[in-house]
């Protein structure tokens, strides 16, 4: 019989795989309270320096789904397929994709997570509607999915248990950034969920989790493979997250570009990623339907509206709107925007209270920032790039601070940067 | 001001070295509990992956032993000096060393551990004398070194407490064999006990912690330098344990051959090994005697019984014996031994009783092996090897399972091997 200090060795000497066995045998005993959170701090950390092959990273993968429950959606008249971001900044994608492919035909069953650290999370987005929940039961869910089409909800604690504890651990130990921890931590969820086919969009740049693209392409590739072996048609695009993605950053910002959106008035980057993610989603799906027709006839903003209903929101209630707004980083010479640091805009709009440091802090529906203007565009010195937003004036500080350098104003305009910049599966 | 995640960034991704202030918040924190065991297990797998430079580990060492009392031994009308051996199989040196030592004028502070796995504890083997006792309060040590000039007991609970914890914490998480947490954990205790010189045994070979000669001369070149910067003049010999040391192994076993010892009647390998880590001893506290004269003149042994008896042992009450007897081992030909494996064989007396598995666990006093042949020693077809005391002849079967290729026998007698293969220091 296994015992953990045994397997630790194995993968601190990278001696040997794991075999799928013992991968059973330590998420059994980790779950039985036999493996304590020491020990698999320890492995984690040399899972982490020594990697899993892809052998180990299925058994590991399927440990996580079979801890907890597995959605069956093939009950449902029509395909599901899911969409999951890597995170990044301005990233209100799945506002707009969920209820705009639900509306050519498909069921997109998008459970997610919260937000942590610089990137957003969906769920503390349209949480600023008010009266909408992000909880509910897997018959709701069904029903929702049914009636609707697109259901954007917390992951329940059925699915993927195991994933949650070793998520917490991972958060404390310094064993987050870990292609294979991160691929299983993902894909356990979307195909507990029972999505029969899922497109991931792995962000890259500054504003990215994998800031590097050569990373990112790996993570992709990974979680595509993961997919595939557990039976979920899986593709994914890289796509680039130098700057915030949209104007809007913050929760009820986002909630409005994302509205904004739906009605045809969507800025050209969210709706070219939009567009792009959409499409393979109803490739997948097996569906031959214009995404862009089913904005231009209002279908898709219908969508969310019922989508927002059923789940107690009230879409025609205005947004809440911050106390305090100021102007900042100003253009220091006339020119065309260079370069709009991601990265230092998700940081800025955290400290406004948009983001949460600790899972259990609650964030500000209404702070954040809108960029008055992107790479591309042309400013004259002196205007104010940025508009902040924040409840309490004093975050306004630590905000510009986190916002020094996240500006470059160059006298000619950038080249053309592709924001699509990888493809794989498919 | 550091966070436990921040530092374990930096040593899981090897980006520079942890600073002097860095790892005394690291400890600080870890005693108040704001680092907890899982943070620290994954800060250990990345050390053990990842190493500490020189810098970090005496660092790390000082933090280790700042965090209980340093004994001062000043005060002694003579040089202090101890020895320290990483175990062996019939390690049965300090035995001798310590009253042999003390006995030609120094003083010798050998505070102990247990014995823990296949390898013996010291303060285990005493305790098979009727009345022995391992603890001694700070005052009752001093008036022991004082009188007797040798002391061989428990290290008190006060003696780098931090590396009690950090060591119990790698004993689950697998990071054990690390060369800079062994020395850091090794010298801290030896550093706060006081010693004003200490001479290393680091044992190499199948019996040994370190298996491999290079790795045993690394560890012995780390702790003396540790040393060294402590102000502890440090010496280290790397010596060979492949085969058992002496033809005891087992507490009560050890405790008899050591007597032997000390009256003159020692094993040759056992004597070689003694012999030259007391003239190290000896030459590091800048006492011109011979060690030999010291034994042949019954002074060794003197000091021996009195050193027990300062503890409450009876020098002169005869020592537990096993009920069972077993020969085991029988030469599958004539011819000479050219190897008695040290391992199979601490193994063996380990699973007759002698040693321990968890550090709660009771040892047996009277289990062990006594080994009727040596490498280099002459036998015969069918002669038996070995003999095994138990007091629970059910432990017979398991232990010679573990004995099965531990002999090995040739037509020709085995070339000299040494027994002492480097020195470091000095």
């Known amino acids: 019989m296994p015992d953990a200090v045994s397997l630790i060795h194995v993968k601190r000497d990278n001696a040997r795989p794991l075999t799928g066995p013992e991968i059973g045998w330590l998420f059994a005993a980790y779950a039985a309270g036999e493996v304590a959170d020491e020990q698999m701090a320890a492995l984690l950390m040399a899972v982490y320096l020594n990697g899993l092959d ?25 395909p599901s397929v899911d969409k999951h971001s890597t995170g990044g900044v301005g990233d209100k ?6 209820p705009l492919v639900a509306s050519c035909g498909a069921a997109v069953p998008m459970l997610s997570g919260r937000g942590l650290g610089h990137t957003g ?12 929940r992000a909880s509910l039961g897997n018959d709701e869910l069904l029903r929702a999915l049914a009636g609707v089409g697109a259901v954007i909800a917390a992951a329940g604690s059925g699915l993927a248990p195991a994933d949650r504890r070793l998520y917490a651990l991972r958060d404390v130990t310094g064993t987050v950034e870990s292609i294979p921890l991160i691929a299983s931590s993902i894909m356990s969820k979307k195909i507990a969920e029972g999505t029969g086919a899922l497109v991931l969009d792995v962000k890259t740049g500054s504003g990215a989790f994998m800031a590097q693209r050569e990373a990112a392409l790996a993570l992709a590739r990974t979680m595509v493979a993961l997919g595939e072996e557990h039976g979920v048609r899986t593709r994914a695009l890289v796509t680039a997250m130098d700057a915030p993605l949209g104007r809007a950053v913050g929760n009820a910002l986002e909630v409005a570009e994302a509205v904004a959106a739906l009605s045809g008035d969507g800025p050209d980057d969210l709706m070219e990623v939009t567009f792009a993610l959409a499409g393979h989603m109803l490739e997948l ?20 509206r019922r989508m927002i209903a059923v789940q107690g929101g009230d879409p025609d209630a205005p947004l809440p709107a911050a106390a305090h707004r100021q102007r900042a980083l100003r253009a220091p010479a006339s020119g065309w925007v260079t370069r709009l640091d991601a990265r230092a805009v998700g940081v800025a709009a955290w400290r406004l209270g948009a983001g949460r ?25 002196g205007e104010p790039v940025l508009e902040l937003y924040a409840d309490d004036p004093a975050r306004f500080g630590p905000a510009e601070e986190a916002l020094d350098g996240a500006l470059t104003i160059a006298s000619e305009p950038p080249p053309a940067a592709p924001l699509i910049l990888d493809q794989v599966g498919g």
């Open 54 to 78: 892809s052998a180990e990273l299925r058994a590991w993968t399927g440990e996580m789904i079979a801890s907890g429950e597995r959605l069956d959606l093939r009950g449902l008249d029509r």
């Open 93 to 98: 994608v799945s506002l707009v994709l969920a």
């Open 121 to 132: 999370g969906t769920l503390d987005k349209l949480e600023s509607i008010p009266g909408w």
């Open 285 to 304: 799906a097996g569906i031959d339907a214009d995404p862009r027709q089913a904005i231009a006839s209002g279908r898709a903003l219908a969508t969310f």
């Open 357 to 381: 440091a600790r899972k259990e802090d609650p964030v500000s529906y209404t702070a954040g920032i809108r960029c008055q203007a992107k790479p591309g565009e042309y400013v004259r010195r």
